[in-house]
C-alpha cells in the first residue's frame, strides 16, 4: 500500500471524490476530512467522503502520511498555516490545484522543512460541493505530478502509485512547463467561455432571450465550461496569471488573423484552420480523454 493514513483537506468535489476513491480502491487505508465550512462538514459526514470528518484541520493531519490540499489554490497558503504545527514530521503533503510553481512556494514558506510534492489530477466537472464527488472521477484521466527539485525518485514514485491506484494515468512534469500547458489546455479555455457568456448576458436585452431559448448549439458547452466554481477559477488565473497572459496574447493574435480571413472573404484560410482544429477532436477521443457519442456521453454519468 502507498499510504495508510491520509488526510484530506477541503471536502469539495476533488476531495471528496479522493476520499470515495480511496474506500473503493485502497480499502485498506484510513481517511480523515477537514473543511472550513461546517455545513459541508456535516454533508461529508453524511456521505461518508471519509473515514472520519474532524473539526480542525490539525487534527485530521495529527497521524497522517499523506496529506493532500483539495482548497482553491489562493487559500493554500492559509491552509497550509493550520496545520504547521500538528503535521508528522514524516507526512508527505501534496495538493491538487492547477496551477503549480505558486501553490509550492506558498505550501513550502507554511511548511518549511517539510517533504512536498505537489500534484495535479486532470479530472473535475462544472459541480461543486460535497455533493458533487464521486468515486470514479480520476479513471484514464491524467494526475500530473511536478516535483521540486532534488525531490526524493522513490516518493513521486509512492505518490504516483496511490493517483494510479483510484485509476489516474501518471505523468511527472516540470512546474513551470505544467503552468504554461494548462494555461493552454485548461486556464485560457475557461476564460473564454466566461467571456462568451458574459457577453451573451450583457446582449440578453437585445436578442430577447433568444440566447438561452437556441443554446443547443455550441453556447451550450461553454456555459457548461462557465459554470465552474467561480472560486477556484478567480484563484487559477491570478496565481498563473504570467502563463495565461503569454497564452491570451497569442490567443489574440489568432483571433486578429481569424478576423482578416472573415473580412476579406479568405474562405481558403478559414476552411485550413477549421480542417487542422477539427483533427484535434479526433486526437483527443482517440487518447480516451472525451467521448464521440451525443452530448460527449455526459448524460450516461
Known amino acids: 500500500m502507498s499510504f495508510e493514513r491520509i488526510a484530506i483537506i477541503g471536502l469539495g468535489l476533488l476531495g471528496g471524490s479522493i476520499g470515495l476513491a480511496v474506500r473503493e480502491y485502497l480499502p485498506g487505508a484510513q481517511t480523515t476530512g477537514y473543511d472550513a465550512d461546517p455545513a459541508v462538514r456535516t454533508r461529508a459526514a453524511e456521505r461518508k467522503l471519509a473515514d472520519r470528518i474532524c473539526d480542525s484541520a490539525a487534527d485530521a493531519v495529527r497521524e497522517a502520511d499523506l496529506v493532500i490540499f483539495c482548497v482553491p489554490v489562493g487559500a493554500m497558503g492559509a491552509a497550509a498555516a493550520e496545520i504547521a504545527g500538528a503535521l508528522p514530521k514524516n507526512a508527505l503533503v501534496s495538493d491538487v490545484g492547477s ?25 473535475g466537472t462544472e459541480h461543486s460541493g ?12 491524467w494526475c500530473i505530478i511536478t516535483p521540486p527539485k532534488g525531490a526524493d525518485g522513490a516518493l513521486v514514485d509512492r505518490l504516483g502509485a496511490f493517483w494510479e491506484a483510484l485509476g489516474a494515468r501518471v505523468e511527472v512534469m516540470d512546474p513551470e512547463h505544467h503552468d504554461l500547458v494548462l494555461a493552454v ?8 467561455a466566461y467571456t462568451i457568456v458574459g457577453t451573451a448576458s450583457d446582449l440578453e436585452d437585445v436578442t430577447q432571450g433568444e440566447v438561452i431559448k437556441y443554446s443547443a448549439g455550441g453556447f451550450r458547452d461553454f456555459t457548461r465550461i462557465a459554470a ?23 490567443f489574440t493574435e489568432d483571433l486578429t488573423g481569424l478576423q482578416k480571413a472573415i473580412r ?20 483527443i477521443i482517440e487518447q480516451g480523454q472525451d467521448d464521440a457519442r451525443p452530448d460527449f456521453g455526459r448524460g450516461d454519468h
Open 228 to 250: 465552474s466554481d467561480p472560486i477556484m477559477w478567480r484563484d487559477v488565473f491570478l496565481s498563473n496569471k504570467d502563463a495565461v497572459l503569454e497564452m491570451l496574447q497569442r
Open 264 to 283: 476579406l472573404g479568405d474562405g481558403e484560410a478559414l476552411f485550413d484552420h477549421f480542417t487542422r482544429t477539427r483533427a484535434i477532436r479526433r486526437s
Open 99 to 123: 496551477s503549480k510553481q505558486t501553490v509550492a512556494r506558498e505550501l513550502a514558506e507554511a511548511l518549511p522543512g517539510q517533504t512536498i510534492i505537489p500534484a495535479h489530477p486532470v479530472a
Open 185 to 192: 489546455t485548461s486556464h485560457l479555455p475557461h476564460l473564454i
Open 130 to 141: 460535497p455533493d458533487a464527488g464521486f468515486a470514479s472521477l480520476f479513471q484514464q484521466r
